[in-house]
Structure formats: structure tokens, C-alpha cells
């Protein structure tokens, strides 16, 4: 299972425009999350969900679908706001990193900048980089029309709370003097990166593609229909990124979620790969010692009507 989560609902569409065989998966919060499969690729199941705008919300949702897959992987997916004037709008953007760039500590004289990065997984930043090498994840595109794949482009995000159409603001300018290496402005993926890297490090990634230049000409850019050409592009060169992945997916993640190994709701088995089929699992209890309890040797116990064996436990 891979996670795809979008912040905007258009976005959310381009990547459910390349699944199949959807059904719909509810979280007990209420998020819901469509769950399916590549068209070209039904190995590769997928789960979708939109976050709405920003860091808290998409750090919440994330959370959520981490423990409800266990995913292998997880990528958020939508447009942004190119730092670059050499990024056309479509290009797509892969964040080798992410900057949550609001913290920082305000004094008299200045602000000094207390940034927070996280690093692209290198596993799909390796993927990425394979794909980008070529066009068949754009010409895999059945609306493609014959034009020339956009860029594919690797570098900073820079993800805050401010909806950035200026380049001579003042997050503008502290983007420009703290993070200058950033190559695209979004909101969502700071969050997204925090709460993968709470959840036993989920290997995550951010794809964008340009819908503007945040430059003051957001607005006129959105009205011509670069959101939803971004958007396509961001999906597609995701979804590829995905359904490689699953080829090299070596097994589900046992987190202890209710989908880390069969999608069923509060599955218990925890039988080790060798055990044959209909024979009693081996279990392993793991007990812990708090505060100042002291614990000598442990063995030898068993619980329920069954007498399930267990093996010795590690007290520490």
C-alpha cells in the first residue's frame, strides 16, 4: 500500500484519474480515503485522501493514514509556487527537502531563522530520479496531446502558512535571505514530513508541479487553466513513481496498524513467514519494566484456554 495525499480537491481528482476498482475506506475520525489500484499496474494498491490547505491539517491526516495502512510509502501530490524563473508552469518539482521556514526568533534588531528540514526519502528520491530520465510517465498520459513532457526539476520546498504571491513581501524576502536554495513555495509538506518521520520514519516525498511563479500574477495564471495542468503533471509523474515502488516493494511494514499485513481490522497474527500454514503461531511477549521496578527472570508463561506457548520475553 502507498499513500497519495493532496491538498486541493482538483488535485485529488488527477490522481484518482489514474485508479481503478475504487472503494471507499473510512477512518473511525470520519476522513475518508479512496483505495485502489493502477489502471496499467493492479499490483500497486494506492489510498488517496485530501487534507485541505495547510501544515496543521496535513500533518493530522497523515498521521491518520499511517496508522491505518501501515504504507510503504507515503507522497503528497499538488502544485506550487516556483522561487525560479527558470520553472515553467507544468514543470514538475521533486523536494529533495522540505523547510518549515515560519520558525525563528524575533528581537529588536532581527529575525533570526530556527528552520526545521526533512530530507526526501532516498529510496524514492532514487525512483524519481530513474523516471525523470525519460518521458513515458508523460506519454503514459491519455490526454498528452503530443507536447513536449515538462522538466522535471529536484530540489528545496519551502512549505509555510502564507499563500505567497509576491516576490518583495516580507515572507518573500526572508525566503530569499534564509532559504535560498528553495525552488518552489507550497503550504502542506512540512506537516506532511513531521508526522511521517513520528511514524517509524515512513519514507516520504513531495511532487509538485508550477501552477504559478509568485510573482503577484497568481490569479491570472489559476484562470488559465495552470492548476489544472499542474496538477495533472504533479499526479502522473507520481503515480509512476508509485507503481515503481511497488515493484521493488520487498513487504508490507508491520506497525501494528489494521492494514500492516492483510487490510483486516485489528488482526492479531503476528505468525513469523515460516511457520506452515494451520499450525499454532509462535508468539513473542515483550514486557517492560517502568519507573523503578526491577524484574529478574521471566519464563515459561502461558495465557488463555489454549496454552499458547510463548517464548521467553526481554525485560528491561
Not at 536554495?181 to 512540512?190: G, I, K, L, T, Y
Not at 510573482?215 to 503533471?233: C, H, I, P, T, V
Not at 488482526?267 to 524484574?295: C, F, K, L, Q, Y
Request: proline share 4%; glycine share 10%.
Amino acid at each position: 500500500m502507498i499513500v497519495i495525499l493532496t491538498a486541493l480537491h482538483l488535485e485529488y481528482d488527477a490522481v484518482l484519474a489514474h485508479l481503478t476498482d475504487l472503494s471507499t475506506r473510512r477512518h473511525g475520525a470520519g476522513t475518508l480515503f479512496e483505495v485502489g489500484v493502477l489502471a496499467r499496474q493492479p499490483s500497486c494498491r494506492i489510498a488517496v485522501a485530501a487534507t485541505g490547505m495547510g501544515n496543521l491539517t496535513a500533518a493530522t491526516l497523515t498521521e491518520r493514514a499511517a496508522v491505518e495502512f501501515a504504507p510503504t510509502a507515503m507522497v503528497f501530490v499538488g502544485i506550487a509556487g516556483a522561487l525560479r524563473d527558470r520553472l515553467t508552469l507544468g514543470d514538475v518539482v521533486v523536494g529533495t527537502r522540505v523547510y518549515a521556514y515560519h520558525g525563528g526568533l524575533s528581537r529588536d534588531e532581527e529575525f533570526r531563522s530556527r528552520p526545521r528540514a526533512w530530507d526526501i526519502a532516498h529510496a524514492i528520491e532514487q525512483v524519481a530520479g530513474r523516471i525523470s530520465r525519460d518521458d513515458r510517465w508523460f506519454r503514459a498520459l491519455p490526454d498528452h496531446g503530443g507536447a513536449d513532457a515538462p522538466a522535471v526539476h529536484f530540489g528545496p520546498i519551502a512549505a509555510g502558512d502564507v499563500l505567497l504571491d509576491s516576490r518583495t513581501s516580507d515572507p518573500a524576502r526572508h525566503l530569499q535571505h534564509h532559504y535560498n536554495d528553495a525552488v518552489a513555495v507550497e503550504m502542506e509538506s512540512a506537516g506532511f514530513a513531521l508526522a511521517g518521520h513520528l511514524n517509524n520514519g515512513i519514507p516520504t516525498a513531495t511532487i509538485r508541479a508550477i501552477s504559478d511563479h509568485a510573482d503577484g500574477g497568481k490569479y491570472e495564471a489559476d484562470g488559465s487553466g495552470s492548476q489544472q495542468l499542474a496538477a495533472r503533471n504533479a499526479a502522473a509523474f507520481a503515480v509512476a513513481v508509485a507503481a515503481m515502488l511497488d515493484a521493488h516493494d520487498p513487504g508490507p511494514r508491520d506497525t501494528g496498524s489494521r492494514d500492516a499485513a492483510s487490510g483486516d481490522a485489528g488482526s492479531g497474527d503476528r505468525s513469523s513467514p515460516g511457520e506452515a500454514a494451520g499450525a499454532m503461531p509462535t508468539m513473542v511477549n515483550h514486557n517492560t519494566a517502568r519507573d523503578n521496578a526491577r524484574v529478574g527472570r521471566q519464563v515459561g508463561f502461558s495465557f488463555g484456554a489454549d496454552a499458547s506457548p510463548f517464548r521467553n520475553g526481554d525485560h528491561r
